[in-house]
């Protein structure tokens, strides 16, 4: 979680779990947003939002033009990995 923040925020990571667990809906999607983007660890911090709340912020999240390819793999893995949904991403598909 330390590496969600690039040196531009002073929250470490105690606060941003804190923040999801705590926080008012505005903390927890600027957190949810960060990790999504940056996290290294993506799977084991987005384990600390409930069930409810990543859901709605991974269904309501709108992928940036910045590394568009990248953020959209992403977001199509981690809906399948937490909520069975199908995942059609090319390079990680079976080959015959």
Not at 14 to 32: L, T, Y
Not at 68 to 82: C, D, H, T, W
């Amino acid at each position: 979680m330390k590496d969600i923040f690039w040196g531009d925020y002073s929250i470490d990571e105690k606060k941003a779990i804190d923040m999801i667990k705590n926080g008012d809906q505005h903390e927890k999607r600027f957190i949810f947003q960060k990790i999504v983007e940056n996290s290294t660890n993506i799977l084991r911090d987005l384990s600390y939002f409930s069930k409810d709340d990543l859901k709605k912020f991974l269904y309501a999240y709108k992928v940036s033009n910045f590394n568009k390819p990248f953020l959209e793999k992403r977001v199509e893995i981690v809906k399948n990995i937490f909520f069975d949904e199908p995942c059609h991403i090319e390079e990680l598909e079976w080959r015959k």
